[in-house]
């Protein structure tokens, strides 16, 4: 057990984190928001949607910002705490007490620790479920107005296979359109082309119909039963009723898809699974495929397919998944279980060339287990990066404690920058079969913790003790070993 005066510290250095890790979280999640409602809110405006939609899309919109910016702000308080004590010579004073600079990060990284695994329930629990709460009421919203999604010198699909329009201008805040042209194709038996000069879009009472003013413009008609019959119809003022354009808000009761970011953890290990099994069970069509082909060859009959029975798994995979099954089961209402027909298995067709399908399948099947399997680490990874930026953060901040509040924008600045970006791409590289998921979504982390191992080892050594560094002193470590590797290049 560690003495006293050492635990005093820790809770000291503990205590000293937390107001500028909620000021961190709560001015870069602001942030965040105001660049999502400024990109957002004129649109959403102009839909006529409740004031309370409107609300409900910025709130749904928080868990993901959250899960963005609290290992940003964790490496903002790590670097403003110790900056701030390194300049005080707090440190220095508590070295001289006989505290090791290690001894002070301990505390840090285990705190940060904790954050980790919060970030990590939040991740997994809570941010699937805002997503997919987010992504229905964005479709729903999307079926509001479609004036609104109407787009200039395009031939836009009013009524499904029924109506379209196309204009050169669209004001979608007046409804007001310009140089406007109608495909008019309800009538199975008569085509319509009506042009206008200018027109006005307006909605009725139960906003499921559109009505249309058109101004100085002119109707083609042509009878599809007598070809050879066409009637051209020129006039000042054309109003016109569009039936089903389905203006009405109406939220979505239900609704049972769910993406990769619309998944818990083991929602998505079981989908993994799930794709993992296909894949197994094309490699088996196909063999049985390319056998009855040779069969048929060799003039005999072909194996009939064997029945195999089917069994949907939905036993949670892994200790956590278990354990929040049955906190699920303990807090949650029993649910109705749905019986589902299961289906029958596909016969197995002699066809030449039929390999090349489950190929296909294979590959779709690896994709999406891979898919699942990314998105798995990425959740991990996010949450494991509150504990490496506090592993980052702290020995630059003691090592530079004269770089302020420079410092703390620029490192974190850089820092976000190259870990993002590496996490992207390493998404894009998992999805895409080039790298194993883990490999993808771990590379950033690891080579940020590799860094701060390093700068821990450094800082250890009583020469590199903390007494100076500034911003120039960061850059010129940067810049030393570039000059180093041009010193030996040079002849």
């Known amino acids: 057990m560690p003495p006293p005066i050492v635990r005093t510290i820790s809770r000291y250095l503990l205590r000293q984190h937390i107001a500028p890790l909620g000021f961190a979280l709560a001015a870069l999640t602001s942030l965040m928001l105001i660049q999502q409602v400024a990109k957002q809110l004129s649109s959403l405006l102009g839909k006529g949607l409740p004031t309370g939609v409107i609300v409900e899309v910025f709130v749904l919109s928080l868990p993901f910002i959250v899960a963005v910016t609290l290992p940003m702000a964790v490496l903002v308080a790590v ?8 300049g ?82 669209i004001d979608g805040n007046t409804n007001k359109l310009k140089d ?55 006039f000042r003022t054309n109003r016109m009723r569009v039936a089903g354009v389905g203006n009405v808000f109406v939220l979505t009761e239900k609704d049972t898809y769910k993406s990769d970011r619309e998944m818990s953890t083991c929602e998505m290990r079981l989908a993994a699974l799930a794709a993992r099994k296909d894949a197994v069970r094309a490699v088996d069509e196909a063999r049985a495929v390319i056998d009855n082909d040779l069969r048929r060859l060799a003039g005999l009959a072909p194996v009939p397919p064997v029945a195999v029975p089917y069994v949907p798994d939905t036993a949670p995979p892994g200790l956590y998944c278990r354990a929040i099954r049955r906190l699920a089961a303990w807090l949650l209402p029993a649910e109705a279980q749905a019986q589902t027909e299961r289906p029958k298995p596909a016969p197995v067709f002699i066809t030449p060339g039929a390999g090349v399908g489950e190929a296909q399948r294979l590959r779709s099947a690896h994709t999406r287990s891979a898919t699942y399997e990314v998105e798995i680490q990425k959740k991990y990874a996010i949450a494991t990066a509150c504990l ?8 630059v901040a003691l090592r530079f404690q004269r770089g302020g509040v420079g410092l703390v924008i620029g490192m974190s600045v850089a820092v976000f920058t190259v870990y993002y970006i590496g996490l992207i791409g390493g998404e894009e590289l998992g999805d895409r079969l080039i790298v194993s998921p883990f490999f993808a979504m771990w590379t950033p982390n690891v080579v940020f913790a590799i860094v701060g191992l390093i700068g821990l080892w450094r800082i250890r050594k009583p020469g590199n003790s903390p007494h100076g560094g500034d911003w120039s002193d960061l850059r010129e470590a940067l810049v030393r070993p570039w000059r180093r590797l041009a010193a030996r290049r040079a002849p």
């Not at 729903?140 to 200039?152: A, G, M, V, Y």
């Not at 490496?388 to 020995?395: D, K, Q, R």
């Open 79 to 86: 670097l403003h705490v110790f900056t701030r004590l390194a």
């Open 388 to 395: 490496i930026f506090a592993l980052v953060g702290a020995p």
């Open 180 to 234: 406007v042209t109608l495909y008019d194709l309800g009538n199975a038996e008569r085509r319509r082309i009506i042009t206008a000069d200018s027109g006005r879009m307006a909605y009725a009472a139960g906003g499921r119909d559109l009505y249309l003013t058109l101004q100085d413009g002119d109707i083609e008609e042509v009878d599809r039963t007598d070809p050879a019959q066409f009637n051209r119809t020129f």
């Open 88 to 169: 005080d010579n707090e440190i220095t004073a508590m070295q001289a007490g006989g505290v090791s600079l290690l001894r002070l990060v301990t505390p840090v990284l285990g705190g940060a620790a904790c954050v980790a695994l919060l970030s990590f329930l939040w991740n997994d629990q809570l941010l699937p479920r805002t997503n997919h709460e987010l992504r229905t009421l964005q479709m729903d919203i999307q079926r509001k107005k479609p004036s609104l999604t109407l787009k200039e010198q395009v031939i836009n699909e009013v009524v499904p296979g029924q109506f379209f329009l196309r204009a050169a201008r």
